[in-house]
């Protein structure tokens, strides 16, 4: 079993909707990353998380250390959104990045 | 501003040949990460730099691949008698670790794509 589960691997929607990516982990961490991977390769970093809520215009993220889980949420989406998603956790035990297999966005006009 | 850059942004090798990989950093930033990505799989950490010691290098696949940086700044990943596994993008990222390695930014390079042939 991965350290870092991403669901779902893969999601379509339609312009304007609301959109949900979940990340659960299992190992102990002190923080956690929300990237994203255009289709030309380049990665983003959108947010890094130790605890609660942080917001980035559409973009929120979320993190409940007690029950291992982040969320990533996009309002209104925009077929510009289309994406991977990729989720991220530095274990406290180490000086890596552990990462999810990510999200695939697509966002239909 | 500069961000993180790497060279080539291709690299295509026959089998058994040696290959170098650049990364330059964020001017700054002290700490350095090697990732690979191979074709539709997931990211994997290869090798992180603090200055130009590497604290944790147990991402590196095989001790074909080893990787230096000098001055606190530039890095170079090399692998030696490259094989077909091999083939993946390679990405570099850096962060100015005010608090610590990974509770900061870290910073992508747009990554070198490397193919054995």
Redesign the interface.
Known sequence: KNEVEQSPQNLTAQEGEFITINCSYSVGISALHWLQQHPGGGIVSLFMLSSGKKKHGRLIATINIQEKHSSLHITASHPRDSAVYICAVFKTSGSRLTFGEGTQLTVNP | GAGVSQSPSNKVTEKGKDVELRCDPISGHTAL?WYRQSLGQ????LI?F?GNSA??K??LPSDRFSAERTGGSVSTLTIQRTQQEDSA?Y?C?SSLVER?????????G??T?LTVL
């Not at chain 2, 997931?42 to 950490?45: A, C, S, T, Y």
């Not at chain 2, 610590?100 to 992508?108: E, K, L, M, N």
């Open positions: 990460y997931g990211l994997e950490f992180y603090q604290p944790d147990s991402g993008v990405l990222a610590g390695p990974g509770v900061d930014t870290q910073y992508f747009p990554g794509r």
